[in-house]
């Protein structure tokens, strides 16, 4: 059997709220980098980022992978173009409209079986000239060529030929209960050319011919052809099937590989590294990172960014101050960075360590929850629970302004108790907020694995986009009361 | 079967709604003969009991199992002798064959099995004596060998067929090699998802003159095979006794109406089989509305007379299930009547003779006789043909006239039958006619939670002095007091 698997995608499922977190990090704008177009590029892109599972080592076998496809790009190309190609000739070219019509089917399956060997025989050629290293391709390689030679395509083309002639059929049958006909078997036919052959059987024959003008009989006869094609029909049917998965299944898995050759030549058109990230339990570090949902908007090289953090089984990255500051844009690419670092790919950055292969997930503030509301604050507070109930230990939460939909100092309580609940359990939590008591609350609190980030102001006054590291300045909302109120006391 | 009956009365069939009843048993069953052993009551008790001992016997889950079976496949033998009529002659050998093959091993199967699992009843146990007199007879024995030695010949023909444009060439079977197998095997190779299957029901008969032909080839084949099929057919021209047959015919009288049975006794709901008493008691416990048990749900309910009074006055609110408890009852004794259990926990009844009812009828603008002279038509009608062992279903009679003289009527009527010592169930919105000492009074039952609502129970017991119509009004206010409060 031909078995071959190049994404260890395994069972895994994609995360429960795929769609939240493909919206908020902006993943469309990478996957359209990556598939220029090609909807099964996007579709596997997807399928493979936003999966739920991934263990450190499916990540490695994937780096290992997308080397292996950047070194062997022709080939990878090229046969994926096959692959394509043969599935979507046979998926034009033959119709299996009903399956109550063994002659049909029989039919047109064997014509798709003609259509496909042709495709495998084209692959075989390239195969066999394949340079491969990694564990993935060597894999499929090994494998495809062991089962498929020339003598298997050989014989598929005979019987799909024989089948799709439809010369008459052949077959034996047996005289079963009512004397009804029963248990026909279609044979392969013989080669009545033989001399002897046909010695043999001129005087042991018994020929029934057609009367011209008997249509009752001519459909008669064409229903029992039919009869006799419908044993024959499922498992031809099977056979086209199985060829068009195994079509389908290597063009979508090659599709990945594709995607990674696409935006690989994409950051080295704008000049943004690429590095193969790191797992470290310890560490969350990254070494000029570039935001790449926004090189792709402005097709250019944007400002990176940097950070160290010591890991002690989960972190949080608290973010807060000005508006137009760079927050959300930061929180983006980090996010996108640990998404593309777990599907095995390389990340725009000159270095990259994430503590775990975890899943990503989103909260960001919808726009409609700006208004304060008891209803609405419900509907948000059900959707965390929604996406809590699917985290695991390892994942990170991504959160941009939750629990706004309240006033401040009762939000504050709430996101005290879910960021330390998560960081508890493991789940490591980037938050962008403004809720103060939360703010003075929770960053000393966690002073071991938190880190409160906020924008950078040169002492001139102007803003870098860079986030820094910042601290918190107990009183500073009452000095700023006093300061303003004594200045009109004092003006007055 | 034991003995037929007598057509019920049209009037009855209809007041207690016979013919839907028997719709439901019968279920998508249209045999006229079956349909008319249902409309037709037995006259005499011994003929009851031996259809009720047949019952007995066929209520056994195996005994059951083993006939229904008998019933199937001897249908099936004849279905087979049907279309042998009109068949071409190479399958006439073969549909003649499996006629007698499914024939014999029903018959001695049922024979075997119905020994070990013993009957009791006359009506079963006359029919197996009948049923070892054939199977032990030389005749079915010569017929069951000449049988199983055609049936291996004719596993033996194997042929090899080649349709090619408008030929069909035979040949005796020689060998070859499976197509589907090397399908099979080459493309196992590939991973398989899920399997699609081509489902193919052909559009003609496999009886066409075209297989008539291929079968005459293969006979050409195999001489001594065919010889043993066309010995069999000349030397057994019938398969299937007479006797048997009308058994066949029959005995889905009683299967039908135990399946009926059994679906709703598998709905909780229970049959029983009658009991007749001879000091005119009635005693019927857990009886039940057939037609409403199979759709909705029913409420049972009993009756109860030493035999000593038997008019029942039955009065109560609004749609409290009157007529059905009474309609019930005549279903009950109608159906004890054709022989079969009927539905409730325990029935003991005496056996009646005639069922007459008087339902209201819709005025019907062609007849000459307003509904009242109707009534007392009718009235007449059964005060004149009922005695003792009559059972009279009356619903709202007199009705249409004041109530005082319904009252009069009523009482004349009833007066009458308590003279005869007729029974009868008596409905009536007057209660004075539940309070005459001679009868039993039932009242339809308010429902405990919501004394707005019936409960369908009908018991024993003084009509009420309380009309729920002002009831209903005083709960919204309507009460003399509330009224001038609020007009003050």
Known sequence: MIEFDLLRLGSSQKISIADDVRTDLELDKIVSVASKGDELVAKTWFDVLLSKKTSIEDVRYRQEAVKDALANREVVTKMYQIAKEGYEKAYREVFIFRLDDPRLVVYEASNGIKILTDYLEKLLGIVSNANFTSRAFKGLVESFTSNIDEDFIAKAREISETLWLGNGVDFRVEIGPLNNLVNPVLLVPKNERSFLNRLLSMEKRYTYKLDPRDEAGSTIIDDMIKWVLSRVATPLLNAFDRLMDFFKDLARQLSFYVGAINLSDFLDELGIPKTYPMVDSRRFFFENLYPLSLAVSSKSRPVPSSLEINVDGSFAVIITGVNKGGKTTFLKSVGQAIILARAGLFVPADSFIVPTTGAVFTHFLREEEITFSYGKFEEEVKRFKKLAESLSRGDYVLMDESFVSTNHVEASVVAENVVSALLDSGINVLYITFLQDFLYRFVPKNKNRAVLLVPERQSDGTRTFKLVKGSIQPGYALELWKRIVEKQQGAS | ?488
């Open chain 2, 1 to 488: 079967m034991g003995s037929r009956g007598i057509r019920a009365d049209e009037q009855v069939l209809s007041d207690l709604r016979i013919r839907e009843l028997v719709s439901l048993i019968l279920g998508k069953e249209r045999d006229e003969f079956l349909w008319s052993l249902f409309l037709e009551p037995l006259d005499s008790i011994d003929s009851v009991v031996y259809r009720l001992n047949v019952f007995r016997d066929l209520m056994r889950t195996e005994v059951y199992v083993v006939t229904e079976r008998l019933v199937e496949k001897v249908r099936e033998a004849l279905s087979y002798l049907e279309t042998e009529k009109e068949a071409y002659e190479p399958h006439k050998l073969g549909l003649h064959l499996d006629a007698a093959l499914t024939y014999i091993d029903a018959l001695e199967r049922f024979y075997s099995e119905m020994l070990s699992l013993g009957v009791e009843s006359d009506g079963l146990k006359g029919f197996l004596d009948y049923v070892r007199s054939i199977v032990e007879s030389e005749h079915f024995k010569a017929m069951k060998e000449k049988a199983m030695k055609a049936k291996e010949a004719r596993v033996r023909m194997v042929i090899r067929v080649r349709i090619m444009g408008d030929r069909v060439v035979v040949w005796r079977f020689d060998g070859g090699v499976d197509m589907e197998k090397v399908i099979e095997e080459l493309f196992s190779r590939f991973r398989s998802e899920e399997s699609r299957k081509v489902k193919y029901i052909p559009t003609t008969g496999g009886m066409s003159h075209i297989h008539a032909a291929i079968l005459e080839g293969a006979f050409k084949f195999y001489g001594s095979e065919y010889k043993a099929l066309k010995e069999f057919y000349d030397e057994f021209p019938k398969i299937i006794d007479d006797g048997v047959a009308a058994f066949v015919r029959e005995i889905p009288f009683y299967m039908l109406y135990i399946s009926f049975m059994k679906k709703l006794m598998s709905k909780g709901y229970s049959f029983t089989i009658p009991r007749f008493t001879s000091d005119g008691r009635i005693d019927v416990r857990g009886f039940y509305n057939i037609m409403l048990a199979e759709k909705t749900g029913a409420v049972p309910n009993d009756l109860f007379t030493s035999g000593e009074k038997r008019i029942f006055v039955i009065t109560g609110m609004n749609s409290g299930g009157k007529t059905t408890f009474a309609t019930s009852f005549g279903q009950l004794v109608y159906l004890a009547k054709l022989g079969v259990p009927v539905p409730a926990q325990s029935a003991e009844i005496p056996f009646f003779t005639a069922i007459l009812t008087a339902y209201p009828a819709r005025e019907d603008p062609r007849e000459s006789l307003s509904r009242l002279e109707q009534d007392i038509v009718r009235a007449a009608e059964i005060m004149h043909r009922s005695d003792s062992s009559t059972l009279i279903i009356a619903n709202e009679l007199f009705s249409t006239t004041t109530s005082d003289e319904g009252f009069q009527l009523a009482k004349i009527f009833l007066e009458e039958l308590w003279r005869k010592r007729s029974y009868c169930l008596f409905i009536t919105f007057l209660s004075g006619v539940a309070l005459l000492d001679f009868v039993i009074s039932l009242v339809a039952q308010p429902s405990p939670e919501d004394p707005l609502k019936p409960s369908y129970k009908i018991v024993p017991g003084l009509p009420p002095s309380e009309y729920m119509a002002v009831r209903i009004a005083s709960k919204h206010g309507l009460t003399y007091n509330d009224l001038r409060m609020v007009v003050g």
